[in-house]
T-cell receptor
Framework: GEDVEQSLFLSVREGDSSVINCTYTDSSSTYLYWYKQEPGAGLQLLTY?????DMKQDQRLTVLLNKKDKHLSLRIADTQTGDSAIYFCAENSGYSTLTFGKGTMLLVSP | EPEVTQTPSHQVTQMGQEVILRCVPI?????FYWYRQILGQKVEFLVSFYNNEISEKSEIFDDQFSVERPDGSNFTLKIRSTKLEDSAMYFC?????????????FGEGSWLTVV
């Protein structure tokens, strides 16, 4: 079945850039998503990218997609303490449901 | 901005009891979902619902679980005879149409603790 893998933990200093990486196995993935989950809260959609795109930028967020390597990354510029959260990579194809990774915990220190 | 709302935000129940988790999807959405997240684990798909019937379900969604859209706004997940391992955060989600280009919006979750 489909699988999505992420590194579990990332620690950065405030003001630095954060890069969270994700790999997936389903070559038919058409959309890839990044969700943010703050402690005790729900899943907030941050951004998504269509599989025929290489890059998408949205303010401080940059998503890079390498479809050949099935690798997705989320770069957060000028990371703030409020960005501390768990970030989930997810994918789906066609009418299928979302497959999530285990999430990457981002810790931003002052 | 429209949002998916869920109640209760937290429920503690005794093993063997029945639980109903409620969701109000975004009003013009047609596809509804339940996902769950056991503490420290992946977010897992449970079931999808469209046109008043289940369209897809995972292995987790066995006879213990059922979903219903009792009226035009609510979407419920019933868990019969809860077990300790049912303790998890349950997320409701909705999407305008079924195509992957339409974003799935999640609620804030209902945290279920079975004791």
């Amino acid at each position: 079945g489909e699988d999505v893998e992420q590194s579990l933990f990332l620690s950065v200093r405030e003001g630095d850039s954060s890069v969270i990486n994700c790999t997936y196995t389903d070559s038919s993935s058409t959309y890839l998503y990044w969700y943010k989950q703050e402690p005790g809260a729900g899943l907030q959609l941050l951004t998504y990218i269509f599989s025929n795109m290489d890059m998408k930028q949205d303010q401080r967020l940059t998503v890079l997609l390498n479809k050949k390597d099935k690798h997705l990354s989320l770069r957060i510029a000028d990371t703030q303490t409020g960005d501390s959260a768990i970030y989930f990579c997810a994918e789906n194809s066609g009418y299928s449901t979302l497959t999530f990774g285990k999430g990457t915990m981002l810790l931003v220190s002052p | 901005e429209p949002e998916v709302t869920q109640t209760p935000s937290h429920q503690v129940t005794q093993m063997g009891q029945e639980v109903i988790l409620r969701c109000v999807p975004i009003s013009n959405h047609l596809y509804f979902y339940w996902y769950r997240q056991i503490l420290g684990q992946k977010v897992e798909f449970l079931v999808s619902f469209y046109n008043n019937e289940i369209s897809e379900k995972s292995e987790i969604f066995d006879d213990q679980f059922s979903v219903e859209r009792p009226d035009g706004s609510n979407f419920t997940l019933k868990i019969r005879s809860t077990k300790l391992e049912d303790s998890a955060m349950y997320f409701c989600a909705s999407r305008l149409t079924g195509g992957s280009g339409n974003t799935i919006y999640f609620g804030e979750g209902s945290w279920l603790t079975v004791v």
